[in-house]
């Protein structure tokens, strides 16, 4: 054998041990983190309005009198804690879909002004539970990791069921859910390995997100109304 045949040989031995050493410590760092996370967190949802209405008359001229006004109402809601649970199922180091249950305890605020006798100003506030049971896609942004690749950012996003109980669930609307949003995943704790273990990964979790919803205890059935929230909380992965 030629000493170019004894190179090329020896070559072509050096990758495939490369390649020996580097695949099972790839495939040991996708599956290191676990298929399945579950995830609780808490924090606060923003205040946002639902919309203004006017309670009118018809006028008494002749023959046609104009509209009267005898007040107007100004209804939102306020900021509150806000409940989360997760579960997500990861599809690729990249990618999972997430189911996401969510409570917030609000107050519905009612403000009435422009009374046509002249009285003055009420602010009228009742108790409000609102639940979303929602369905997305989470994108994590493996690439930007740092902080040696325990911090991971991520990028997510879907909709869903929107259920708000007045006061006691004396009152019950329903209508729709949507949201937008990204966060951080700070990893604390991660199997090494050398053993099977149940516990993959076990770290921190903040989201922010822009939120909207569609229907429930609204002025305007037809308006989409938005607002922020950001919640913080402990997620693992099995």
């Known amino acids: 054998m030629t000493a170019l045949s004894i190179r090329r040989v020896r070559t072509a031995l050096l990758w495939c041990s490369l390649a020996a ?17 579950i995830a609780a967190s808490v924090g606060m949802a923003g205040n946002h309005d639902l919309g203004t209405e006017k309670a009118v008359e018809s006028g008494n001229g002749v023959p046609v009198g104009s ?12 900021r509150g804690p806000l409940f989360e649970g997760r579960v997500a199922w990861h599809l690729t180091r990249a990618f999972a879909v997430e ?11 009612t403000s009435i002004t422009n009374d046509f006798e002249q009285a003055s100003p009420i602010v009228s506030t009742s108790r409000l539970t609102q ?26 996003g ?7 109980l007045h006061d006691g669930a004396t009152l019950v609307e329903t209508g729709k ?15 090494a390995g050398r053993r099977p273990s ?8 903040v989201d922010a997100r822009l939120n909207a919803t569609h229907g429930g205890f ?7 109304r938005t607002f922020p929230s950001l919640t913080g909380g402990i997620y693992v992965c099995f």
């Open 21 to 37: 050493a580097l695949t099972p410590a790839r495939v040991h760092a996708q599956g290191r983190e676990g298929r399945l996370e």
């Open 67 to 78: 509209d009267v006004t005898l007040f107007q109402a100004a209804t939102s809601l306020e």
């Open 99 to 109: 189911g996401t249950f969510g409570m917030v305890r609000t107050h519905l605020r």
């Open 131 to 156: 639940y979303t049971a929602e369905g997305g896609v989470v994108w994590h942004l493996n690439r930007l990791r740092f902080a040696h690749g325990r911090v991971r950012p991520f990028v997510t």
């Open 158 to 164: 879907g909709g869903g069921y929107l259920r708000q």
């Open 177 to 191: 859910s949507a949201f937008a949003g990204g966060g951080l995943k700070v990893r604390l704790h991660e199997s």
């Open 198 to 205: 149940l516990l993959k990964a076990l770290g921190l979790r």
């Open 218 to 224: 609204d002025i305007d059935e037809d308006a989409w």
